[in-house]
C-alpha cells in the first residue's frame, strides 16, 4: 500500500528552497509525494552529478512503510534542488548535529 504526502492548509518549509539543507534535519516528502514517514538527512551531496541532492535514512516506525523500506531500503537520495525540484519539506526546526547511524534490519512475518 503506498500513501501520498498530504499535509492540512499551512506554510510548508522546503528543504534547498526555503531554508538550507542541512545534515541532521528531520524530513518528511514534500505534498504529493509517496510518504516514507519522517527521516533525517544524513549527507549532502555536492559532486556535479549528484549537486541538488541529499541522502535520507527514513526511520520506517509506521506500518504503511514497513513492506516498503523492507524492499527498497530505508535510505535514499531526494532532490533539494536539483533540476529546480525539492522532494522534502521541514519537520523540525531544530537540527541534530551529532547523528549517528546504527543499522538495523528488518522482518516481515517473522522472517528478515
Not at 13 to 41: F, N, W
Not at 71 to 93: I, T
Request: proline letters at 4%; charged letters at 30%.
Amino acid at each position: 500500500m503506498q500513501v501520498r504526502e498530504s499535509y492540512e492548509e499551512g506554510e510548508l518549509l522546503y528543504v534547498g528552497k526555503d531554508v538550507p539543507c542541512q545534515v541532521g534535519m528531520r524530513v518528511r516528502m514534500a505534498p504529493g509525494l509517496i510518504s516514507h514517514g519522517e527521516g533525517t538527512v544524513t549527507a549532502i551531496f555536492d559532486e556535479e552529478e549528484e549537486l541538488g541532492c541529499c541522502e535520507v535514512v527514513w526511520d520506517s516506525d509506521q506500518c504503511h512503510v514497513r513492506g516498503l523500506h523492507a524492499k527498497l531500503g530505508n535510505k535514499h537520495s531526494c532532490r533539494v534542488g536539483k533540476e529546480d525540484l525539492y522532494d522534502l519539506v521541514l519537520v523540525d526546526e531544530q537540527v541534530c548535529p551529532d547523528i549517528q547511524l546504527v543499522k538495523h534490519n528488518f522482518f516481515e512475518n517473522g522472517k528478515p
